[in-house]
T-cell receptor, first 117, second 111 residues
């Protein structure tokens, strides 16, 4: 149980284009979903927190107009990187927590490697 | 701001050796999770500890939560190459169920 998928697993795009990354909880309803960014050999950096049906809460320094997050249902959240630039190249990971008694646990997707050329 | 410091940051050992990774904070956490992440993949939850002084074992891995719930340790006995990965501790939950992640320990077990 507690499986989270991400799509695509990797994507290459040209500078100036937009990329959408999907995060799905496959076998549970995710009350809250999180989006992280990770650089090589480093820990996770929280970008934003989203709850189903409401606007995402962005961490300080994360541009909300550049990283659009939509949490349209209890099983799907999307991250759209708009007008991507090479410095946006990174490993993006989503996680989800459910409404149950173990809701403090987060279950992670496999990540999406974004390369902007 | 809650911070979690992990040590060591990097660890390279031979197969069969024992090791301990530490996760320390000045803040109290209601729960603490340990994750392992392999290159190109998302972190995988290993264990959650919620009670001060709690000890949990997962095969050759032993996890302990400090009595004051400010620190935790992960001990691996007879490490194997398959244990190689980035180990992350995470404390929480904070507001909006957020977790505070430690700085990570990159473990390499050489055959």
């Amino acid at each position: 149980g507690a499986v989270v998928s991400q799509h695509p697993s990797w994507v290459i795009c040209k500078s100036g284009t937009s990329v959408k990354i999907e995060c799905r909880s496959l076998d549970f309803q995710a009350t809250t979903m999180f989006w992280y960014r990770q650089f090589p050999k480093q820990s996770l950096m929280l970008m934003a927190t989203s709850n189903e049906g409401s606007k995402a809460t962005y961490e300080q320094g994360v541009e909300k107009d550049k990283f659009l997050i939509n949490h349209a249902s209890l099983t799907l959240s999307t991250l759209t990187v708009t007008s991507a630039h090479p410095e946006d190249s990174s490993f993006y990971i989503c996680s989800a927590s459910g409404p149950g008694p173990d809701s403090y646990e987060q279950y992670f997707g496999p990540g999406t490697r974004l390369t902007v050329t | 701001t809650q911070l979690l410091e992990q040590s060591p940051q990097f660890l390279s050992i031979q197969e069969g050796e024992n090791l301990t990774v530490y996760c320390n904070s000045s803040s109290v956490f209601s729960s603490l999770q340990w994750y392992r992440q392999e290159p190109g993949e998302g972190p995988v939850l290993l264990v959650t500890v919620v009670t001060g002084g709690e000890v949990k074992k997962l095969k050759r891995l032993t996890f302990q939560f400090g009595d004051a719930r400010k620190d935790s340790s992960l001990h691996i006995t007879a490490a194997q190459p398959g244990d190689t990965g980035l180990y992350l501790c995470a404390g929480g939950p904070g507001s909006a169920r957020q977790l505070t992640f430690g700085s990570g320990t990159q473990l390499t077990v050489l055959p």
